[in-house]
């Protein structure tokens, strides 16, 4: 099997996963991951399909695709401790996400 045969497998396998979870599950493990990262997330209008990333300062940017609408989405995420809001820049339309501190 040659090398892309391989990680072909790998990603299809990691897809399968994904996708055979629920949504939300999908969203908490890919939170705990990083929980005190930004996040943002954007779909095309009436999309089922959100876009969600992760500004992590260590490890990096980081994308998945949620299986969400983005009121969905936007909603997950603020039951996961997060305030969302549009960002400062009027020019751009992703949703931004930080945790909320429980002090």
């Known amino acids: ?9 790998k990603f299809s396998q990691e ?4 996708s055979s979870k629920h949504p939300e599950q999908v ?9 005190n ?7 095309e209008r009436d999309s089922p399909k959100s876009e969600l990333c992760r500004e992590g300062k260590e490890k990096g940017r980081k994308c998945i695709e949620m299986q969400m609408y983005s009121t969905q989405l936007f909603q997950a995420m603020q039951n996961q401790g997060f305030f969302c809001a549009l960002p400062m820049d009027p020019t751009r ?8 501190s429980k002090n």
């Open 1 to 9: 099997m040659s090398i892309a045969q391989k990680l072909q497998s």
């Open 15 to 18: 897809s399968q996963d994904a």
């Open 27 to 35: 969203l908490k493990d890919f939170i705990a991951e990083d929980p």
């Open 37 to 43: 990262s930004v996040y943002t997330f954007d779909s």
């Open 93 to 100: 339309t992703h949703i931004e996400c930080k945790r909320i």
